[in-house]
């Protein structure tokens, strides 16, 4: 993880200014330590004989841009104070409070006068209200709002952006960072079928992706797929078992969809005229060229979301012109990101519940922020999905900005239409924003209110869901845009749907990042696998909950062991995550599952990761507990000329294991506000509210009943784009 360095100085002048009455202390510096989110935060705070006069960060192994923006935030307010009497930075509670208390315990050890008196200053500040006008309004500075900013702006608006918390990002700051889109450049041309390169939009010359094992199998269900219209009485007497399309494919399609899969059979066709010979031939079907096509991702997106609820009494899948405009426009996300120096892993498209290989992830951006021209680098999500569409923003017009740690909390109406957003920001300061042409909410979902999720529930069985489990969610995400929107008379559609994340960790329920074609999940009892990794995301959490195992109670914990090749970033892959992520040879197994209390029999998790990679080696599935889309092993093995495994140099002694403690946690609500293709909100009759637009996770009726991963990113910049091109056209 990441450690830090912080230094501040403050000057005399600033000591005691906000105090009631002067403090002592023993001057000198003092070390302190307590727990944030992360783990432990080491401070050095160093005393006059009268106030704090720097206060340093040690080490810390907080969340870059979510629970370290405490330090920058805090720091010089708690210098200027001489004191901890003020309020944690919103996004950042657990952090702020551990380092309050950190300085809080110094004070103690410098022997303060009075240790009650420095925990209630607090800066004293007169407060202005604002009241000002912008083009667009726009709440919520996450991937979609700033998406919708970078558009409104370069289409010349004027932009405000409200955020709540105290740095920007939201959801999409602790997502995975990968978006769905079949890439032209990497996939399967029937134009030049026999092409192994493609040029990419960069110019330069980049290998085409090949197939993963299952994917003919796939592609050869989808051909003889019943183009009857959905039968879903057949369901009112046979259990509807999520993921397996085969037994799917025999009950038809949605008519909304049926063009789609016509057109898409034909694709397929295509395809197989060319690969069926290559395969007869001998070659392996990994070695194949990958097979991608917008149709396919619409479809894919269709039937992964067609879901039934617990009760067997409701179905929910997406709406087939929303999916198909996400899916469409996505392909204009990578060039438009690469054009704000966004970089991407090219050579590979990664599968993480994407049921196909379509994910796109980047490394992060290259952006000249300081005007010198010379760009700086800013790392993963926050370079990508914050700095790039942030400075394309601010260059448009010194009046746009973003305001952090501000509150919307009503929306404006002048008659039926909205013109505004009312707000108030952390230290009390009203706000009142103008919007010329309209507002966009773009705030988010709900998976971080645990309640809201238990009681608004439709899919999952009751006894999955507790007050204890997890959510990857920033704490923010509580679904107020959504009731802000419903105030005015907004309406909802899919609420009830909750997506759960399988790859969480087991503690507090973060996301763990990664590819899942490259390594397994174990069940940490029977030592054994015990789904197929690629399968959905929904499907994926049903069968750890059937596995019936507990840690830290969270229900549904399982391993996740990923070997030396694992798609992971190169400072996480193969090292210790303090209570998250375990580096270790199988050699020392025995010592971790020990430690970790964990019942399993280290022999049988060897045995269980040998025979995985015999099948992986052979071409084949494993047996008992099948894979498809495997790319890699956990081992290791030299590969031929042809691209094959050497069976005979396989080893897996000395191999450095990823190895994670994971439990299925909250991660996506799939309802929202009710929106058109303009992503107009419209209200309960279903006519557009003047002024009102929404993009994001805080919109419904586009995933269905479960989102493929991938596409929240996808969905979350084409929505962001679009509704600030309609809110530019507003009138």
């Known amino acids: 993880m990441k450690r830090a360095f912080y230094a501040l100085l403050a000057t005399l002048l600033l000591c005691g200014c906000a105090q009631d009455k002067p403090l002592t202390?023993?001057?000198?510096?003092?070390?302190?330590?307590?727990?944030?989110?992360?783990?432990?935060?080491?401070?050095?705070?160093?005393?006059?004989?009268s106030c704090i006069m720097k206060i340093e960060v040690l080490s810390q192994e907080e969340t870059p841009h979510i629970g370290d923006c405490a330090f920058e935030q805090l720091i010089p307010q708690i210098i200027s104070a001489n004191g901890v009497g003020m309020d944690a930075i919103s996004g950042a509670t657990i952090t702020s409070h551990a380092l309050m208390n950190a300085v809080a315990q110094a004070a103690e050890d410098a022997q303060v006068s009075d240790i009650d008196q420095f925990r209630k200053n607090t800066l004293k500040q007169e407060q202005k209200d604002i009241d000002d006008t912008w083009d667009i309004v726009i709440v919520g500075a996450g991937g979609a709002g700033l998406a919708a900013a970078a558009e409104a702006a370069n289409e010349g608006n004027t932009v405000l952006v409200i955020e709540k918390n105290g740095e920007m990002g939201g959801n999409t700051l602790v997502s995975g960072g990968i978006f769905q889109s079949a890439i032209p450049y990497l996939v399967w041309n029937p134009a030049q079928p026999d092409a192994t390169t493609g040029q990419g939009y960069d110019g330069n010359t980049y290998e085409k992706v090949k197939m993963g094992t299952g994917c003919i199998q796939d592609l050869e269900i989808i051909q003889n797929w019943s183009e009857e219209d959905f039968d879903?009485?057949?369901?009112?007497?046979?259990?509807?078992?999520?993921?397996?399309?085969?037994?799917?494919s025999q009950r038809g399609v949605h008519k909304e969809y049926l063009s789609t899969l016509q057109e898409l059979k034909k694709e397929i066709s295509a395809y197989m005229a060319?690969?069926?010979?290559?395969?007869?031939?001998?070659?392996?079907?990994?070695?194949?060229?990958?097979?991608?096509?917008?149709?396919?991702?619409?479809?894919?997106?269709?039937?992964?979301?067609?879901?039934?609820?617990?009760?067997?009494?409701?179905?929910?899948?997406?709406?087939?012109?929303?999916?198909?405009?996400?899916?469409e426009e996505g392909e204009a996300l990578k060039p438009w990101l690469l054009s704000m120096?966004?970089?991407?892993?090219?050579?590979?498209?990664?599968?993480?519940?994407?049921?196909?290989?379509?994910?796109?992830?980047?490394?992060?951006?290259?952006?000249?922020?300081?005007?010198?021209?010379?760009?700086?680098?800013?790392?993963?999500?926050?370079?990508?999905?914050?700095?790039?569409?942030?400075?394309?923003?601010?260059?448009?017009?010194?009046?746009?900005?973003?305001?952090?740690?501000?509150?919307?909390?009503?929306?404006?109406?002048?008659?039926?239409?909205?013109?505004?957003?009312?707000?108030?920001?952390?230290?009390?300061?009203?706000?009142?924003?103008?919007?010329?042409?309209?507002?966009?909410?773009a705030s988010g979902g709900y998976a971080a209110n645990i309640s809201k999720v238990i009681n608004s529930n439709l899919y999952w069985k009751s006894e999955f869901l507790s007050q204890q489990m997890g959510t990857t969610n920033r704490s923010s995400i509580r679904g107020d845009g959504i009731e802000m929107a419903q105030d005015v008379g907004a309406a909802v559609t899919g609420m009830g749907w909750t997506q759960l994340m399988p790859q969480a960790y087991a503690d507090y329920g973060n996301i763990a990042f990664g590819s899942i074609s490259d390594a397994i999940f174990v069940n940490p009892e029977t030592g054994k696998r015990f789904v197929d990794e690629a399968s959905e995301r929904d499907v994926l959490?049903?069968?750890?909950?059937?596995?019936?195992?507990?840690?830290?109670?969270?229900?549904?914990?399982?391993?996740?062991?990923?070997?030396?090749?694992?798609?992971?970033?190169?400072?996480?892959?193969?090292?210790?995550?303090?209570?998250?992520?375990?580096?270790?040879?199988?050699?020392?197994?025995?010592?971790?599952?020990?430690?970790?209390?964990?019942?399993?029999?280290?022999?049988?998790?060897?045995?269980?990761?040998?025979?995985?990679?015999?099948?992986?080696?052979?071409?084949?599935?494993?047996?008992?507990?099948?894979?498809?889309?495997?790319?890699?092993?956990?081992?290791?093995?030299?590969?031929?000329?042809?691209?094959?495994y050497d069976p005979s140099t396989y080893s897996l002694d000395s191999v450095v294991l990823t190895i994670r403690v994971m439990a299925p946690a909250a991660h996506h609500t799939m309802g929202g506000l009710k929106v058109d293709t303009w992503r107009r909100v419209l209200d309960t009759?279903?006519?557009?509210?003047?002024?009102?637009?929404?993009?994001g996770e805080?919109?419904?009726?586009?995933?269905?009943g479960n989102r493929l991963g991938g596409n929240a990113l996808t969905e979350i910049m084409v929505s962001g784009r679009i509704a600030a091109r309609s809110a530019d056209k507003s009138k």
């Open 25 to 49: 202390f023993v001057a000198g510096s003092y070390e302190t330590t307590y727990n944030g989110h992360n783990g432990p935060i080491s401070i050095k705070t160093t005393f006059s004989d």
């Open 232 to 248: 879903s009485l057949y369901y009112t007497k046979h259990d509807f078992v999520p993921g397996d399309i085969k037994a799917l």
């Open 274 to 327: 060319w690969a069926k010979p290559k395969l007869k031939s001998g070659v392996p079907e990994t070695q194949l060229t990958l097979f991608s096509s917008n149709n396919l991702h619409i479809f894919q997106t269709y039937i992964g979301g067609l879901r039934q609820s617990s009760e067997n009494d409701k179905w929910c899948y997406g709406d087939a012109q929303l999916v198909r405009q996400m899916v």
């Open 341 to 441: 120096g966004v970089e991407f892993l090219e050579d590979q498209l990664m599968i993480t519940g994407e049921m196909w290989f379509r994910g796109n992830k980047m490394t992060g951006a290259n952006i000249d922020t300081d005007g010198d021209g010379e760009p700086e680098h800013y790392e993963g999500n926050w370079g990508a999905y914050v700095m790039a569409p942030y400075t394309m923003m601010k260059r448009a017009n010194p009046k746009n900005q973003v305001m952090k740690s501000t509150t919307a909390y009503e929306l404006m109406m002048d008659g039926d239409r909205v013109v505004g957003v009312r707000a108030e920001k952390q230290d009390g300061t009203k706000v009142k924003a103008h919007a010329k042409k309209g507002v966009i909410i």
């Open 541 to 644: 959490c049903i069968k750890a909950f059937k596995t019936g195992v507990t840690v830290d109670g969270k229900l549904g914990a399982f391993l996740y062991i990923g070997g030396e090749t694992t798609t992971e970033p190169n400072d996480i892959r193969g090292v210790d995550i303090p209570g998250k992520q375990y580096a270790r040879t199988v050699e020392q197994l025995p010592e971790l599952l020990k430690s970790l209390k964990l019942s399993a029999d280290p022999a049988t998790i060897v045995k269980t990761i040998r025979s995985y990679d015999e099948a992986i080696m052979a071409g084949k599935e494993p047996e008992g507990v099948g894979k498809k889309f495997a790319t890699s092993l956990i081992g290791r093995a030299q590969k031929k000329a042809d691209g094959s």
């Open 685 to 695: 009759s279903g006519k557009p509210i003047p002024g009102l637009f929404a993009a």
């Open 698 to 704: 805080v919109t419904g009726g586009i995933h269905g």
